[in-house]
């Protein structure tokens, strides 16, 4: 291990802690378990959109975006394209659902079949945390690969370190304390991000220089499917069916303090998101022009080796920006498999009597023990983009036909179509499918399951549809 580095310590230390300060400045506000859930649906629209901003823009970006643009170029733009077209759907339906006053995604489903089911509310509450769940793996990862180069210390304490800041920045009081941190250092966000992609193009030569030293392929208009077809058909099904499955977006939806302010949250939250893609693009194509060495597998490896290349304070500067950034998608993670296990299975079937207290106590409890759990499977697998793509794909293959078919069936005479039974068919094959057809090794896996998931719910939908009207 090379020698530590203490001042760049020190410096990620103290830069990522600074927003515990709001954080714990919301724990004094925070009167219920709703607002430890959904933020006591108060949130306004801007710090909404902050939020949701912050979420989405993780470690995923600094690391396995910025391997994309190294690698395939513009193809991380598609990738990014399609995470905001699924936030455009959720913009238009964001009225609806915040209309219904839903908290999690089980909620959505067992509105859909018009009764309480322990075992519908169950598996939505399981799948709909497979998302955050990976989100919380990805961040993990990507903190201590991106950090542990500049600090000379090892990859899983780097980890670590990163990890246990998270951790306070969510209990103290939830959403409420983590829409907040979100917001505030949002800006600080992606106000670093463009100075840093500014400088890497100009160490590269500018526009010119990378033009010259990397292949049309990645900067010219074929660079949006440089990555391929087949790949950009199992994004198309994983990243934008995943993203209308998130619940993590859900919750902030849930969240905000009335119909207009949850609409705008989500697309205010869109223009950020594509400035963080664009960053991923122009760092990846810039590392190319000055150190092409990296293979397609070591890809990942790029952003931290950049780090090393720039001068000392501007490092420093990054160490501020970049653990923020993986934090405030860990944290938000960390809430969102908390708020599912919590409200959709020890509320709603193991304790329903449960006090305010009580919530609060088990979602705190829950937190630690989850996240302990994600680190140990992080420092195991320590593959950022792998995290992403598979848990997406197994949200969407699960999730997207009960909820995206379903709904438009409950409006018609159809309606009974949609019932326990269906559903809990339809999530089954839907898994069952994206199973087999992974360890298959096909490209498209979770499109698969797709299909599966659609039309189980459809043909067990009408055989069912008189026992679900009964």
């Known amino acids: 291990m090379s020698s530590v580095d203490y001042i760049a310590l020190a410096t990620m230390i103290v830069g990522c802690s600074l927003p515990l300060i709001v954080a714990f400045y919301f724990s004094r506000r925070y009167r219920s378990a709703d607002d ?170 500018g526009w010119e220089g990378i033009t010259a030293k990397v292949p049309a392929e990645l900067w010219g208009p074929q660079g949006f499917v440089a990555v391929g077809l087949t790949t950009v058909g199992l994004w198309a099904v994983s990243i934008f069916l995943g993203t209308v499955t998130n619940q993590l977006y859900y919750l902030r939806i849930h969240g905000a303090k009335d119909e207009k302010a949850a609409r705008w949250g989500v697309l205010g939250c869109i223009p950020p998101i594509l400035m963080a893609g664009l960053y991923a693009v122009l760092l990846g194509l810039s590392i190319k022009a000055m150190n092409p060495g990296f293979t397609v597998a070591q890809r990942e490896m790029a952003a931290g080796w950049f780090l090393t290349q720039i001068p000392y304070a501007l490092m420093l500067v990054f160490l501020i920006f970049g ?59 320590p593959e950022v983009l792998g995290w992403l793509v598979v848990t997406y794909g197994i949200s969407a293959a699960t999730l997207a036909a009960p909820i995206f078919i379903g709904y438009p069936l409950t409006k018609t005479k159809y309606y009974t179509m949609i019932n326990r039974y269906s559903t809990i068919a339809s999530i089954i094959a839907g898994a069952v499918a994206t199973y087999i057809m992974y360890i298959r090794r096909d490209p498209i896996y979770s499109g698969w399951g797709v299909l599966a998931s659609a039309a189980t719910l459809l043909i067990v939908g009408l055989i069912t549809m008189r026992k679900g009207s009964k």
Not at 121 to 142: C, D, E, K, N
Not at 323 to 335: C, E, F, Q, R
């Open 323 to 381: 653990p923020i950034t993986i934090i405030t998608t860990l944290d938000s993670s960390i809430h969102s498999v908390v708020a599912n296990i919590t409200r959709d299975i020890y509320v709603a079937i193991l304790k329903p009597g449960a006090s305010d207290r009580e919530v609060v106590r088990v979602s705190r409890i829950l937190s630690v023990i989850l996240t302990a759990l994600v680190y140990g499977l992080a420092i195991y697998w």
């Open 36 to 205: 430890w859930l959904i933020g006591g649906r108060r949130i306004p629209w801007y710090v909404a959109a902050g939020t949701q901003y912050a979420t989405a823009v993780g470690g995923g970006v600094l690391v396995a975006h910025v391997g994309i643009g190294y690698a395939w170029g513009w193809s991380d733009l598609t990738y990014i394209g399609l995470v905001c077209l699924g936030l455009v759907v959720l913009a238009i339906l964001a009225p609806v659902l915040r209309r219904e006053k839903f908290t999690t995604i089980p909620d959505i489903l067992v509105h859909l079949i018009r009764q309480e089911d322990k075992l519908v509310r169950a598996l939505g509450a399981i799948l709909a945390a497979v998302v955050p769940f990976g989100w919380m793996g990805t961040q993990i990862a990507a903190f201590g690969k991106l950090f542990s180069g500049v600090t000379g210390l090892d990859m899983r304490l780097v980890a670590l370190i990163g990890t246990v800041i998270s951790l306070l920045y969510v209990l103290p009081a939830g959403l409420l304390s983590v829409a907040w941190t979100d917001f505030i250092f949002a800006t600080l966000m992606l106000a670093t991000s463009l100075t840093i992609a500014g400088y890497a193009v100009a160490m590269a030569g």
